[in-house]
Each structure stands twice: as structure tokens, then as C-alpha cells.
């Protein structure tokens, strides 16, 4: 018998722990009995434990290629070793369905376990160790029915399917388990909330305590998507990264809504209010999760992704009207225990800007979501089918985007509760200054895209908000404990991880958005070209040179050899391929890309013809560079604000007043 | 309200919605109106794929109707015969001129390769 063999009667045995768990921690959240949630995380653990039997079982036939599996055979061959054969746990949809259970059983029993260890109140623990348990039974059940990683074959092919050679990239060893760490990281802020909820304890501990599963889940989901972003720009080889796919937005929706709901915690934290909307967003934000995961996998759309048009979509949706319906049910049950203990003081405060902050991403969330279910709409409406395409989306997006990234340049000038129109039009001056010296500048360097100009300008703006808090903030540390400028600046940033961690976030955010807005000054040519001949494309001169054949034994491999230069003068030589996969029968470009903080060259070559002519298709992209800066700088912050004691339960609001001499001086 | 008439005005633009159709579908409505975005989806013939310098043409098939497809522009490493495929642009009758072609993603999703 193989390890393999022990998959099947793990996953079966994995529900059955997962179902004795969800009714042991109903039965003891009901009764208060200690014991049998006791009993019902030891059970959660032995679910854990069996899942990982399962995930080990099958990570071994595909090591071991073992193609009397139907999964190892479709995604797997024998050529595919090391990383990459590993990759296939969570290449094909069974395999990611169960490496996404393997997730959620590990979280959820760490959650658990650290939530008492600290003292989490018992029932609220209870039911959300019930809630952990029940959405664990839901995908144990489509592993076991329809979606069943260990299917044997009847006849056992001599050699797999293989793994795509466009797959065969580092950026898609992380990027899925990034999607779906993140996605399953919700589930603990989300069961929590649910179980604060169903025991009436309803004051902040749950999102406090489960704060670091949100910010960790929202990390992993935003280098997650950067990641896709890379990997479509350096592989695929139309010049772009994001082109609005139904199962790009599958991924964006959740992220936008976990954003929103990252800030307006802060609001029920700091001010005892939003407490209905902070339990709505989440349950929004994991309901687009496990849409997310559904829609890639339900063939209802047509996506350039495509999937297996499988039974899995009818187990979804009843999963997921339970889902909503149960969760707005006890929402709606528990209303008169959310009521804010405060009011907006005025229209100019912090609190004003978070809620403007809240209603731009949940806009943003539903445009999303509109463009992404119309072409369904329409289809069931007017039988007509239609497909919405990225001039709808830039077109919302572009104006949204900017207002918040104004937003994340006002809110920090703002105070608490209210604040005089004297005191922020003295505040804004400085980074308004900085704005507008930035258009003119750009007007003068001639930018003419009044998209872009306004982008630059308020990229400025935000950043000189933002310097300008940490000039504040090193200046008290500078003067209180007689420090230079450098230490202060550190002090800065660690006595208050996660607000200054925060600014390093909205830093990176703002590197991003000039990145993208410079796509609007993107130019591309294409030209077929013997040897010696050559193209110009803004200002470079390419000159295909040479064609250098070799063969291994996965492909053969076609390099070009492109001089570039640029007003005469030697830049580069660029070596872009086009290579034929042998195993796959398919010709694959490996793009040549010259990456600079000014502008990127990219060179694509798409064909090549038996006499040796090739035709290049060119772009340049300036300032995607930063896109991927600013990706970098984000992570940093992220990292700042994880590595911070974050405030324990119920001691939040004496922490954060002690640690926040700037916002108490204003 | 304002994000509804942000939508409905993006909703508008010139290609922001395209018509989505099989080749039997898009010979049963004839030549398409200049200005409007149609999106044809089936999957390439093989053995009809034909290069000409930067040119390529090929048919689509949804296994009753055929489409000739010609295109200007580079076509990506996953078209090849049988791939299925996306040609966005527009017909004039008996030629499907595409501005772009796509070929669905090798993704990971699928059971058959």
C-alpha cells in the first residue's frame, strides 16, 4: 500500500472530527460547559492532523508520479521535477480546493488555541471555533464528493499532462499560495466576529485580538496579486499586468473590502462606533473570498483563465446563501448590541475621512463586482451575452483611485472628533503647495493626460502629508529625548508600529499608483525584421543582429540578439527567445525587458520564420518600475506594522493614548 | 446615485461592453455595425493557422459553424490548433477582422490540456 492510498480514508475521517467539532463547540458555547469545547478543539486539531495526512498523501504520488491518479496525471509528468512538482498540489482544482482546507484547518486551530491562551471570553471562542469547523466540514465534503483529489485511473497513462511551461515561473510558486493564504486568513476575523456576535460579547475584543490574522491575511493577498500582476507582465507578453479577467476581480473584490475594513476598525477602536458596519465588512469581505474561490472554479464566466466546468458550482451556492443569509440573520438579531456609543462631531475629523475612506472602497468593491457579473445579467435578462471590458473599469477606477489617494494625504492632517477650518487650511498648505508645484512641473516637462497630471500631483500631495507626520513625530522624540534627526526618526516609527507602519503602507501605495498612471504614456510598435534590419520605438533604435538556435531536452531554444540604442549610443543588447516546448508542443516568447525607474523596454518576439526573419513587438512602459518599488515598500511597511506587540484585548485604548503624543498634541 | 451615474456614464464608452458569440451565432447576425465591440469565441481549426509576415489567419469553429479569422496583431504563445480562443474586433459577413486575439490561459483550473 502507498502513502497515497492513505488520502481518501484521511479526508473521510477529517469530516467526520470536523463535524463532532462544530456540534461539540455549539453544545458547549450553548451549555458554558468548558469541557466539551475542550473536546471540540481537540478535535479541530485532529481534523488538522488528518487533512495534513491527506495533503502529505497526495504531495507523495505527485512526487513519487504516480499517474494511477487522475490529478497527478493531468498535472503532473516525469519530467517535472523539484518546486515545481510541488506546485501541482495547488496547480488543479481538486488539489487547490484541498490545499485550501489544509490552510484553513491549520489556521483555525492555531487561532483557536492562541485566542484562549489569551484569555479570549469562552463562548466567543466556542462558537467560533463552530463556525471554523462547519466552513472546514463544507470543503471536506467537496473533497470527498465532487471534487476528489484521489480518483484512480483505470488505465494508468505512462506519462502525465504536465505543468504549462507559462506556469513554470517562480512568481507562480508564490502567487496561488499567497491568493489563498489570504483569502483563508479571513476566516478567523470572520468566524470570531460571528462568534462575538452569537454570545452577545460584543465589545472590540474580537477584531482586536484576531487583528493579526487580518493584517497578515491582507498581506499575503496584496504581494499575492502584485505577484500575479509580475508574473502576467513578464511572461505573457502583451506589455501589461492587469487586464480586469473575472478571476483577477475574483481576487481584487475581497482585497478592496479587507482594506475598507482594516480602516474603519480603527474608527470603532478609537471612537466606539461603525461597530454594525465592522461586522458587515467582514462578513462581505469573507462571503468575496469564498466567491472568489467559487467563481474561479464554477465555469459561469468566461474568463481568459479557464477552468473545469465542473459540479462544483452547485455545492457553492447553497454554501453561500448560508453563508450571507445566516450571517446578515444574526447581524440583524444582535443589532441592539451594536449600537455606537458616540457621533460624528463634525464633518471635518478623522473620523469623516475613514468614513469617506469606507464608501470609496466599497464603490470600488462594487464596481467590481458589477462588471464582473453583467455579462450573467444580461445573459438571463436579454439572452444577449456580452463581455465588459477594461475601458469600463479604468474608467471608474481612475477617478475613485485618486479621491483615495487624496483621502490617504487629508486623513492624517485631520484630528480626532473635529478640528478647525483655520487649523487644516494652515496644515494642508504645505502638501497643497507640493501638489501643485508637481502638475506645473509636469505641464512643464510636457505631460499633457489630465489623468496623469492630476495622478502626479496628487501622488505629491500625499507624500508630502505623509513626510510631513513623520517630521512631526521625529521632531517630538527629538526634542523629548534629545536625539538626531536619524534615531528619532527609528523611534518614530517603532513606538507607534501601526500607525507609522501604516504611512510606509499608504508610501507604497502612492509608488504604485504613479506606476500605473504612467501606462498612459505606453507606446508600442511592431515590425517584422530580417538580420541587420532594425525599428525605432520612442527614441531607441533596435537592431536584430543575430539568431542563435540550440536544443535541450525540454525545448528548442530560439535567442535573438537586439542591440538598442538610443541617439547613437549603445544601450544594451537585449536577448529575447522564442522557444518550442517539446513536451507541450507549444511555442512559448520569453520577453527581454530593460527595467529602469524612468521607463521600461520590453521586447517581445512573436514569431520567428524558417529564413531566420522575426517579428518583434515592442513596448515602452514608463514608470511600471515603481509598481513594483512601491510593492517592495508596502511589504516593508506591512512588516513594521506585524512586528509590533499589537495592543492585547481590552487594553487597546489606554495603549494607543500613551503611544500617540502627536495625535494628543494636535 | 453618484457611483450609479459613474457607472452607467463608464457603462457607455465606446467599448467598455462588448457582444459575446459563438461562430454559429455570429453567422446567424451578419456583419456587425462599425463602432460596436463583438467578441467571438470558439476554438481554432487545425491545421489553419497561417503566417504571413505580421498577418495570421486562421478559422474558428464551434464544431457546426466555421469563421475566417485574420489579424494584424501578434497572437499569444498558448493559440495553437484546437486552442480555444477569444478574437475581439468585428465581421463584415464572410472575414472576422480581430484587433486582438486571446487564447485561454493554460490555467491551472483545467482538467484537459
Known amino acids: ?666 | 446615485m453618484g457611483l450609479a451615474a459613474l457607472l452607467f456614464w463608464a457603462m457607455t464608452r465606446p467599448g467598455s461592453t462588448a457582444f459575446y458569440m459563438t461562430p454559429t451565432e455570429l453567422q446567424a447576425h451578419g456583419p456587425t455595425t462599425a463602432g460596436e465591440t463583438y467578441r467571438l469565441n470558439g476554438t481554432v481549426v487545425p491545421g489553419s493557422i497561417e503566417q504571413n509576415g505580421l498577418t495570421t489567419t486562421f478559422v474558428v469553429s464551434d464544431g457546426e459553424t466555421d469563421i475566417d479569422v485574420t489579424t494584424d496583431s501578434p497572437v499569444p504563445d498558448t493559440f495553437k490548433d484546437r486552442a480555444d480562443v477569444v478574437a475581439r474586433g468585428g465581421y463584415d459577413g464572410a472575414t472576422f477582422t480581430a484587433v486582438e486575439v486571446l487564447a485561454k490561459c493554460p490555467s491551472k483550473f483545467k482538467a484537459k490540456a
Not at chain 1, 380 to 398: E, Y
Not at chain 1, 544 to 569: A, C, H, M, W
Open chain 1, 1 to 666: 500500500m502507498t502513502l497515497a492510498a492513505l488520502g481518501r480514508p484521511a479526508l473521510i475521517a477529517a469530516l467526520i472530527f470536523a463535524l463532532g467539532a462544530a456540534v461539540l463547540a455549539a453544545a458547549g458555547a450553548i451549555r458554558s460547559r468548558r469541557d466539551l469545547t475542550d473536546a471540540a478543539t481537540r478535535s479541530l486539531a485532529i481534523t488538522a492532523g488528518f487533512v495534513v495526512t491527506a495533503a502529505v498523501a497526495l504531495t507523495a504520488a505527485l512526487l513519487a508520479h504516480d499517474f494511477s491518479y487522475s490529478y497527478v496525471a493531468s498535472y503532473s509528468s516525469r519530467s517535472l521535477t523539484g518546486p515545481y512538482a510541488l506546485a501541482a498540489l495547488w496547480g488543479g482544482m481538486e488539489g487547490s480546493l484541498l490545499f485550501w482546507t489544509l490552510l484553513l484547518t491549520l489556521f483555525a486551530v492555531v487561532a483557536v488555541v492562541r485566542a484562549r491562551a489569551k484569555g479570549m471570553a469562552h463562548p466567543v471562542t466556542a462558537w467560533a471555533t463552530a463556525v471554523l469547523a462547519v466552513i472546514a466540514a463544507f470543503f471536506l465534503i467537496l473533497l470527498i464528493a465532487p471534487a476528489n483529489p484521489f480518483t484512480k485511473l483505470l488505465t494508468v497513462p505512462a506519462d502525465g499532462r504536465g505543468l504549462n511551461p507559462l506556469l513554470q515561473s517562480p512568481a507562480m510558486l508564490i502567487h496561488p499560495p499567497l491568493l489563498y493564504t489570504g483569502f483563508v486568513g479571513f476566516s478567523i476575523p470572520f468566524a470570531f466576529a460571528m462568534g462575538a456576535l452569537l454570545s452577545r460579547r460584543l465589545d472590540d475584543t474580537w477584531f482586536t485580538s484576531t487583528r493579526r490574522w487580518t493584517l497578515f491575511a491582507w498581506s499575503a493577498l496584496s504581494i499575492g496579486i502584485v505577484l500575479g500582476g509580475a508574473w502576467a507582465y513578464t511572461e505573457l507578453g502583451w506589455g501589461g499586468y492587469w487586464a480586469w479577467d473575472p478571476v483577477e476581480n475574483a481576487s481584487f473584490m475581497p482585497w478592496l473590502t479587507a482594506t475598507a475594513y482594516l480602516h474603519s476598525v480603527v474608527i470603532q477602536e478609537k471612537r466606539r462606533m461603525f461597530k454594525v458596519w465592522n461586522v458587515c465588512l467582514i462578513l462581505i469581505t469573507y462571503a468575496l473570498a469564498v466567491f472568489g474561490t467559487f467563481l474561479t472554479r464554477s465555469g459561469i464566466l468566461s474568463s481568459i483563465h479557464t477552468f473545469t466546468e465542473g459540479p462544483i458550482g452547485r455545492w457553492f451556492l447553497p454554501f453561500l446563501a448560508l453563508m450571507l443569509i445566516g450571517g446578515v440573520g444574526i447581524v440583524l438579531w444582535r443589532l441592539d448590541g451594536l449600537r455606537s456609543t458616540n457621533r460624528f462631531d463634525s464633518l471635518l475629523s478623522r473620523e469623516s475621512a475613514f468614513l469617506a475612506n469606507n464608501v470609496l472602497f466599497l464603490a470600488a468593491a462594487s464596481t467590481v463586482l458589477w462588471g464582473t457579473l453583467y455579462p450573467v445579467v444580461a445573459e438571463a435578462f436579454s439572452g444577449a451575452r456580452l463581455s465588459v471590458g477594461p475601458p469600463f473599469f479604468d474608467a471608474v477606477f481612475i477617478p475613485l483611485g485618486l479621491a483615495l489617494m487624496a483621502l490617504a494625504g487629508i486623513g492624517p492632517l485631520i484630528g480626532w472628533r473635529s478640528m478647525s477650518t483655520k487649523a487644516f487650511g494652515r496644515i494642508i498648505q504645505g502638501p497643497l503647495v507640493a501638489g501643485v508645484v508637481t502638475i506645473v512641473a509636469c505641464v512643464a516637462i510636457g505631460v499633457r493626460s489630465v489623468g496623469a497630471l492630476l495622478a502626479f500631483g496628487i501622488c505629491a500631495f500625499t507624500v508630502a502629508s505623509i513626510v510631513g507626520e513623520f517630521v512631526r513625530g521625529s521632531r517630538v522624540h527629538r526634542k523629548r529625548e534629545a536625539l538626531s534627526w536619524g534615531p528619532a526618526l527609528v523611534r518614530t516609527l517603532t513606538r507607534n508600529r501601526r500607525r507609522y507602519g501604516g504611512y510606509v503602507v499608504h508610501l507604497g501605495v502612492v509608488l504604485i499608483v504613479i506606476g500605473l498612471a504612467g501606462s498612459a504614456f505606453r507606446t508600442e510598435r511592431q515590425a517584422s525584421l530580417d538580420e541587420g534590419q532594425s525599428m525605432d520605438i520612442a527614441g531607441y533604435q533596435l537592431v536584430y543582429r543575430d539568431l542563435e538556435t540550440s536544443n535541450t531536452p525540454e525545448k528548442q531554444v530560439f535567442q535573438t540578439d537586439i542591440d538598442v540604442s538610443r541617439d547613437g549610443e549603445h544601450v544594451t543588447t537585449l536577448h529575447p527567445q522564442r522557444n518550442f516546448h517539446v513536451a507541450q508542443q507549444q511555442w512559448q516568447s520569453e520577453i527581454a525587458i530593460r527595467s529602469t525607474p524612468i521607463e521600461d523596454l520590453y521586447i517581445v518576439v512573436t514569431t520567428i520564420d524558417p529564413d531566420g526573419a522575426a517579428s518583434v513587438r515592442a513596448f515602452v512602459n514608463p514608470l511600471t518600475w515603481w509598481i513594483w518599488a512601491g510593492a517592495v515598500v508596502m511589504l516593508l511597511g506591512m512588516g513594521v506594522i506585524l512586528s509590533g506587540r499589537l495592543p492585547v484585548a481590552g487594553m487597546a485604548s489606554t495603549r494607543t493614548r500613551v503611544a500617540e503624543p502627536v495625535a494628543a498634541t494636535r
